[in-house]
């Protein structure tokens, strides 16, 4: 059969002898792994062996987007770029919106696998069945939206053309390196920049022009219609319009599970000032949504500085406030929307980056790193321009900023203090303690690609009930995590599941694809995924011993503020996930278990 | 003759571009954005989102540069009709057109020109930020007025 939303088609470019084809899209593997996040870890499974160096020829850059992907589902924006991560050296995946997963599929292709190795800079120009290999040797060492500019440039003027690119970070192998879409949006995590940067790939321009049908038109109309009208209503949805992700900020911080200094608190004593209202009054000059969401949590923001002078971007989103800002220490906008404009225009993770440097700053602090080694920065907690100037040696891989572009785990090792990198498997934590909100550490311990946040975000129904039990938050996680899964690999917006809730999401999938599907098959598939992942770590040697906490969360108690007092027992929460899940005891997934979901 | 007209306002536009995927799907049955007669742009210079769609000019200069009048113009809503029959698709619409509203559509290489959905665009009816609308002629501009009437009021409170 022919399932609805998809084109059949998958685009497969292989770098080192420059042959481009075109494979059908495996609809037994649609079935059965969805699409985006699901599918590539299909293709992942399937075509990088165990052991693969994430910056040799073999890693591969799997772009999969959904079947829901630019149909009239609402938020449809997302596509996974599936890779070995050069942070976490474990499967990962990161997932970016804006317009570049839709303007994929609009080419006629469901997804593109990048594989091998460029001699020398190069970039791809798809426009529908044309594929063309070019020279980008100008384009090396450019910004972010200067090679957005200087590609649609040489494309014949054409701003409709959406450009996914690597700034001078994913160059230098930076491992917190993005691939950064329409300037600002990012597939953030995980380093899939860096894997880009050493495949000598600059670029990937697209534009298409084919038609995207879904199986069931009018019921996917009659849908988004309602879905539309909802967010229209909802709270949450309308206080991500009016402040953009930033409105998580004063709860959090109200909580006392707030990122502050390198996680040593979690309530930012000056936090009132990155609040969503004081943002809106202060920097926000605009709104800017993805494509086909009728929620616009982007915000554009300017400031006209004295220290760093006019600066203009889109963003900061909470996690980059919360990184920059509060585990900097930092309150000051100018100084956080300076810093921000560094990682987006040299495209590395704002949330590694800001990991990486209060990191820095609690050596700084402690005497482990001094002026000598900063290159006479004062790197301080709460210092806004050693903040910013700290990151531009880091993006241009200067001084202590060289050994700090390795990321957290890498640099705190080197440095001779692991025991402050907030990291796991590399990868460092988000902005949520989990020591206010206890779910939060199995999340960040069982992801699969290190500490991420969306991989299961629990913050709702935990700060619902009781968000410090630490026994009794496994079921929830789980639930959570399938969930996630599903959306994740339907291509739609985290943000839609305010309007989409799991009968909803099934209503959609079956207008979109044709499928017949219900709640519990869905969740199936949302399980199957997650037990995929899983496989493929255990294959890559992963096991109970990585999925672990830093200590600062199990044995330091949090000082202060509405969380005081708390830590993560977090072997329990880490004994019953594995049963609940089906795992044994050392986190491998049990035959039967693998039999249930026919894997 | 209608007296409403289409109105973007790119200072409330956002980008979501859901106004190209109705479009799309009411003419044609499917999403695809080459074949929408309202197109977004974002320009990232300077971080604005740009609606573009026919304005129903009249005179109308691609009716009057049509070397085979083939655009005609609808005597109920005002919109610009193109004769697929007799359209040769020699693209002086295109150029001519001051809100670049006019594309060619690839199947049949004939002009392709919003038809204000025989009255009711469908557009106005999806937007959530109200950037398209299908208003009176006589009023359409008094949004802008005020704007420029708070902006001229808040130069002279600063001095």
Redesign the interface.
């Known amino acids: 059969m022919v399932l609805g939303g998809i084109t059949g088609k998958i685009l497969r470019v292989n770098l080192t002898d420059k042959k481009v084809t075109v494979e059908a899209t495996p609809e037994e593997a649609i079935q059965s792994f969805m699409g985006a996040r699901g599918l590539g870890a299909y293709y992942f499974n399937k075509e990088i062996a165990p052991k693969t160096d994430p910056f040799s020829s073999d890693n591969k850059l799997i772009f999969m987007t959904g079947p829901a992907a630019?149909?009239?589902a609402p938020g449809n924006n997302k596509v996974a770029v599936t890779f070995k991560s050069p942070m976490s050296n474990t499967y990962s995946w990161s997932l970016c919106g804006g317009?570049f997963g839709p303007e994929l599929k609009?080419s006629g292709y469901d997804g593109l696998i990048i594989e091998g190795k460029a001699d020398s800079p190069v970039y791809l120009w798809i426009s529908d069945n044309k594929v063309e290999i070019k020279p980008a040797g100008r384009l090396w060492g450019k910004l972010i939206?200067e090679t957005?500019?200087l590609i649609k440039k040489e494309l014949r003027d054409d701003?409709?053309i959406k450009v996914a690119c690597i700034g001078p970070a994913g160059e230098k192998l930076n491992r917190m390196a993005c691939i950064t879409t329409?300037?600002y949006r990012e597939f953030g995590r995980g380093g899939p920049g860096a894997v880009m940067g050493s495949k000598n790939l600059k670029a990937i321009a697209i534009r298409?022009?084919?038609?995207?049908?879904a199986a069931k038109?009018e019921e996917l109309?009659k849908l988004a219609?309602e879905v539309?009208g909802i967010l229209?209503k909802h709270p949450k949805a309308q206080a991500r319009r009016t402040f953009g992700t930033v409105e998580m900020v004063e709860g959090i911080n109200k909580l006392g599970f707030w990122s502050t200094r390198n996680f040593t608190t979690g309530y930012f004593e000056e936090g009132n000032k990155l609040i969503g209202p004081e943002m809106k009054k202060e920097v926000v000059?605009?709104?800017?949504?993805?494509?086909?969401?009728?929620i616009?949590c982007?915000k554009?923001t300017a400031v006209n500085s004295k220290k760093f002078g006019k600066v203009?971007i889109?963003g900061p989103e909470y996690e980059t406030v919360g990184l920059l800002g509060a585990n900097c220490g930092v309150s000051s906008w100018e100084a956080i929307i300076k810093a921000t404009e560094i990682c987006d225009h040299y495209g590395f993770d704002t949330i590694s980056a800001g990991a990486t440097v209060s990191f820095a700053m609690e050596c700084f602090e402690k005497g482990i790193l001094t002026k000598e080694d900063t290159g006479g920065i004062d790197l301080k907690f709460g210092n806004g321009e050693a903040l910013v100037e700290i990151l531009e040696k880091i993006a241009r891989r200067e001084g202590l900023g060289d050994l700090l572009a390795e990321g957290v785990k890498i640099a705190s090792e080197k440095i001779g203090a692991p025991e402050l990198a907030m990291h796991i498997k590399g990868m460092p934590l988000a902005t949520y303690d989990p020591r206010g909100c206890k779910g939060m550490a199995l999340t960040y311990a069982t992801s699969p690609k290190g500490a991420h946040h969306m991989v299961s975000p629990t913050m709702g129904p935990e700060i619902a009930g009781d968000r410090f039990a630490d026994s009794g938050k496994a079921p929830i996680v789980k639930e959570t995590q399938t969930f996630m899964a599903i959306v994740d690999s339907m291509a739609l917006c985290s943000s839609m599941r305010f309007a989409l809730s799991l009968e909803k999401q099934v209503e959609l999938y079956k207008a979109v694809t044709g499928l017949e599907f219900d709640n519990a098959e869905l969740m199936r598939v949302g399980e199957r995924i997650l037990n995929l992942e899983r496989l493929i770590n255990v294959k890559e040697g992963l096991s109970r011993k990585d999925d672990c906490l830093p200590e600062r969360f199990t044995k330091e108690p949090m000082p202060e503020g509405a969380s005081k007092g708390q830590v993560v027992d977090f072997n329990i929460m880490l004994d019953e996930f594995y049963a609940v899940m089906g795992w044994n005891e050392d986190g491998v997934p049990l035959k039967k278990k693998l039999e249930e979901l026919g894997l | 003759m209608s007296e409403k007209v289409l109105v973007c306002n790119s200072d409330k536009c956002?980008?979501?571009?859901?106004c190209e995927?109705?479009c799309s799907?009411e003419h044609?049955?499917?999403?695809?954005?080459?074949?929408a007669r309202i197109?977004v742009?974002?320009?990232?210079?300077t971080?604005?989102?740009v609606p573009l769609a026919c304005t129903q000019c009249d005179p109308a200069p691609c009716l009057k540069s049509c070397p085979i009048d083939a655009i005609s113009r609808d005597e109920a809503t005002g919109a610009l009709l193109v004769d697929n029959d007799k359209c040769i698709g020699c693209q002086k619409c295109i150029k001519v057109c001051p809100n670049g509203a006019v594309s060619i559509l690839?199947e049949t290489k004939k002009a392709l020109i919003c038809d204000l959905c025989k009255g009711e665009p469908v557009c106005v009816k999806?937007c959530?930020?109200g950037a398209v609308q299908y208003i009176d002629v006589s009023t359409m501009d008094l949004p802008f007025k005020s704007k420029a009437a708070k902006e001229i009021a808040l130069a002279g409170r600063d001095k």
């Not at chain 1, 298409?208 to 049908?213: C, E, F, K, L």
């Open positions: 630019a149909t009239l317009f609009f939206p957005d500019k701003e409709t329409d300037c298409g022009s084919q038609d995207i049908s038109p109309k219609l539309y229209k000059v605009g709104d800017a949504s993805c494509y086909a969401c009728p616009a982007g554009n203009s889109e | 956002v980008g979501c571009r859901i995927q109705w799907m044609f049955k499917v999403v695809n954005p080459v074949k197109r742009i974002r320009v990232h210079e971080a604005k989102d690839k999806v959530p930020e």
